[in-house]
Nanobody, 128 residues
Framework: QVQLVESGGGSVQAGGSLRLSCAASGPTNMRYCMGWFRQAPGKEREGVGY???????NYADSVKGRFTISKDNAKDTLILQMNSLKPEDTAMYYCAADPVYLGSWCRSVYSRAGFRYWGQGTQVTVSS
């Protein structure tokens, strides 16, 4: 059973930065399709972006140019670097993983939030 644990959340002022980490353990493979999602109070969960087995990334329009997803394979960790944060980025952030390797399949899994494994989330609060 793959386990995902997020960390790095906190409170920051608008314009600031945070770096979220998602540590993977168990029979994991960092070539998995991995993604980040967020959910604000009273709103539906939305995708932030994903990274496929080849390291190709894709982002939601709302975060494009501000957020960067990467993997630290040596540490089995997924990273979300968030810059130029806005109050509307306030949400619980979740990482997710799925054992698919084709880029097209990863995109499909992400688009329907169909990941097999999910973390418990880490809170990000951005004040104006």
């Amino acid at each position: 059973q793959v386990q995902l644990v997020e960390s790095g959340g906190g409170s920051v002022q608008a314009g600031g930065s945070l770096r979220l980490s998602c540590a993977a353990s168990g029979p994991t493979n960092m070539r998995y399709c991995m993604g980040w999602f967020r959910q604000a109070p009273g709103k539906e969960r939305e995708g932030v972006g994903y990274i496929d087995s080849e390291g190709i990334t894709n982002y939601a329009d709302s975060v494009k140019g501000r957020f960067t997803i990467s993997k630290d394979n040596a540490k089995d960790t997924l990273i979300l670097q968030m810059n130029s944060l806005k109050p509307e980025d306030t949400a619980m952030y979740y990482c997710a993983a799925d054992p698919v390797y084709l880029g097209s399949w990863c995109r499909s899994v992400y688009s329907r939030a169909g990941f097999r494994y999910w973390g418990q989330g880490t809170q990000v609060t951005v004040s104006s």
